[in-house]
Antibody, heavy 119, light 103 residues
Framework: EVQLVESGGTLVQPGGSLRLSCAAS????????LSWVRQAPGKGLEWVAQ????????YYVDSVKGRFTVSRDDAKNSLYLQLDSLRVGDTAVYYC????????????WGQGTLVTVSS | DIQMTQSPSSLSASVGERVTITCRAS??????VNWYQQKPGKAPKILIY???SLQSGVPSRFSGSGSGTDFTLTISSLQPEDFASYYC?????FGQGTKLEIK
């Protein structure tokens, strides 16, 4: 069974940093593109970052470029998102998701982890 | 950047009714549109990928169609468990979402 489990979300002050983790199981992790998607309270979905199978391609939404960094560790079957220079507007539930092979869709999602940026 | 404009933003319908949700792209995107369902407090779930392919395990009352810039998600006969929010997506862009409520 495919599982994605996020962790690391917490309350942090504006300007602070945080690292989110996503532990994967039930599939060959190294073969898949992976993404982070966030959802602010009461709002819609926003794609945040994406990484390819070998970590050589990374893409970000404009609002987080230069502040967030996506990475992966295939030996640990884990995806990460480093969040720096956090802003109040970054408050959201952050989901990790797998991009299905042969499709551009996100076919499995974690349960999400809440990041709250507030003083 | 491509924008995905989804409509309506909310919709009230009855069990058994047929409903259609539309997504319009700001430019031609061929057939790379996906549709997700999200229930309160839960992660999104893929329903349709590549415009019209039904994800394994998703009921056949869900269908997708379209090409170019205009795409639709249709639920042929609403069931109680279908009342949720729905999002279209093309690569790094999601539509604004449609909240489907019980009439």
């Amino acid at each position: 069974e495919v599982q994605l489990v996020e962790s690391g979300g917490t309350l942090v002050q504006p300007g602070g940093s945080l690292r989110l983790s996503c532990a994967a199981s039930g599939f060959t992790f190294s073969r898949y593109w992976l993404s982070w998607v966030r959802q602010a309270p009461g709002k819609g979905l926003e794609w945040v970052a994406q990484i390819n199978q070998d970590g050589g391609e990374k893409y970000y939404v404009d609002s987080v470029k230069g502040r967030f960094t996506v990475s992966r560790d295939d030996a640990k079957n884990s995806l990460y998102l480093q969040l720096d220079s956090l802003r109040v507007g970054d408050t959201a539930v952050y989901y990790c998701a797998r991009e299905g092979r042969g499709m551009t869709a996100l076919d499995y999602w974690g349960q999400g982890t809440l990041v709250t940026v507030s003083s | 950047d491509i924008q995905m404009t989804q409509s309506p933003s909310s919709l009230s319908a009855s069990v058994g009714e047929r409903v259609t949700i539309t997504c319009r792209a700001s430019q031609n995107i061929d057939n790379y549109v996906n549709w997700y369902q999200q229930k309160p407090g839960k992660a999104p779930k893929i329903l349709i990928y590549s415009t019209s392919s039904l994800q394994s395990g998703v009921p056949s009352r869900f269908s997708g169609s379209g090409s170019g810039t205009d795409f639709t998600l249709t639920i042929s006969s609403l069931q109680p468990e279908d009342f949720a929010s729905y999002y279209c997506q093309h690569r790094g862009t999601f539509g604004q979402g449609t909240k489907l409520e019980i009439k």
